[in-house]
């Protein structure tokens, strides 16, 4: 009988604890989104000539055994190279990422870490793929 009032004595001190702990992690999660939001808002929004040089995508699967279904999310990444050599990758959506193709020139423009536009320079499609190739053989 001794245990088990020693068991409930401690978890008058632990679960307040745990509380505290659990709503620190939450508040410390939240400050950190709202303070890359605010970094990236306070930047000044830039338009630079860039190239696109790769794609890829993130998938993540979720599935709930109560209801049997199955969910999937689909995450989009578009990596430009700009004039000067640097290398940036935003996240776009589904059909910004499927109008794009490695190699692409154009005027990218962005605020921060958050991708705002692309806008594709036409040229005739023998032109891309020659000058694709001469910039891909240059790496």
Not at 12 to 19: D, G, Q
Not at 51 to 62: A, F, L, Q
Not at 110 to 135: A, I, L
Request: hydrophobic residues 35%.
């Amino acid at each position: 009988m001794q245990s088990w009032v020693e068991m409930f004595e401690m978890m008058e001190t632990a679960l307040p604890i745990l509380l505290v702990v659990l709503t620190a992690i939450v508040v410390i999660s939240s400050a950190g989104g709202a303070w890359r939001f605010f970094a990236s808002s306070r930047q000044p929004v830039l338009s630079v000539n860039s190239v696109i040089v790769g794609k890829r995508t993130e998938v993540s699967h979720r599935h709930d055994t109560e209801t049997a279904v199955n969910r999937s999310d689909t995450k989009y990444y578009v990596t430009f190279e700009v004039e000067s050599g640097d290398r940036l990758e935003f996240a776009v959506s589904g059909l910004e990422y499927g109008q794009c193709a490695e190699g692409d020139e154009g005027k990218l423009t962005f605020q921060g870490r958050r991708y705002q536009s692309f806008e594709r320079v036409r040229k005739t499609q023998r032109t891309d793929v020659e000058e694709f190739r001469k910039y891909r053989s240059t790496l």
